[in-house]
């Protein structure tokens, strides 16, 4: 079974700090990674997923197998990017489109 | 037309109502799907559909009946709902299956 872990439900810093949002997964196969995002009052949207291997809005991840991480990092955080950050899993082949989320991570960046 | 649509954006039932969820999308995406998302939790994947046939069933009771009468509706049917399944229902489309989700703003459900 498929399972992802967000071990920090809220992360405070200031503007201008660099901030880390973790993720790891557990998956036997070769799965996608993703970020979404939503932030206050908008829909949940795609922030980057790992085979497109681009920065979104300042955002990286790489998608470390052999520890089974997908952490999202951006060196200077702005106030806009407050918002609710959730790491997904798909584990493709024949179950693409079975995404699970994890539990979410608040990040509030404070002026 | 770039969004995914859902109606009504609220909706309150009784146990023995019968009601349905509508989803709309012009995007040309052959993929749509249905998530459950309850207060302060992350999304829960109900059902898939792709090329309007249903894929994926996340062993959801039978008391939800999904429906994809063409490529760009999908419709979730509710009967004889549970107060345990008020929610945030949330429809979603994609080009294909191992495409970018687009997110509608979901439809509040309370079951009295």
């Known amino acids: 079974a498929q399972r992802v872990t967000q071990p920090e439900k809220l992360l405070s810093v200031f503007k201008g700090a660099p901030v880390e949002l973790k993720c790891n997964y557990s998956y036997s196969g070769s799965p996608e990674l993703f970020w979404y995002v939503q932030y206050s009052r908008q829909r949940l949207q795609l922030l980057l997923r790992?085979?497109s291997r681009e920065s979104i809005k300042g955002f990286t991840a790489d998608l470390n197998k052999g520890e089974t991480s997908f952490h999202l990092k951006k060196p200077f955080a702005q106030e806009e990017d407050s918002a609710m950050y959730y790491c997904?899993?798909?584990?493709?082949?024949?179950?693409?489109?079975?995404?699970?989320f994890g539990q979410g991570t608040i990040l509030t960046v404070h002026p | 037309d770039t969004e995914v649509t859902q109606t009504p954006k609220h909706l309150v039932m009784g146990m023995t109502n019968k009601k349905s969820l509508k989803c709309e999308q012009h995007?040309?995406?052959?993929?749509m799907y249905w998530y459950k998302q309850k207060a302060k939790k992350p999304p829960e994947l109900m059902f898939v559909?792709?090329?309007?046939?249903?894929?994926i069933n996340e062993s959801v009771p039978s008391r939800f009946s999904p429906e994809c009468p063409n490529s760009s509706l999908l419709n979730l049917h509710l009967h004889a709902l549970q107060p345990e399944d008020s929610a945030l229902y949330l429809c979603?489309?994609?080009?294909?299956?191992?495409?970018?989700?687009?997110f509608g703003s979901g439809t509040q459900l309370s079951v009295l």
């Open positions: 995007m040309g995406h052959r993929a």
């Open positions: 559909y792709s090329y309007e046939k249903l894929s």
């Open positions: 790992h085979i």
């Open positions: 979603a489309s994609s080009h294909a299956t191992n495409e970018k989700l687009f």
């Open positions: 997904a899993l798909d584990p493709g082949g024949t179950s693409y489109g079975k995404l699970t």
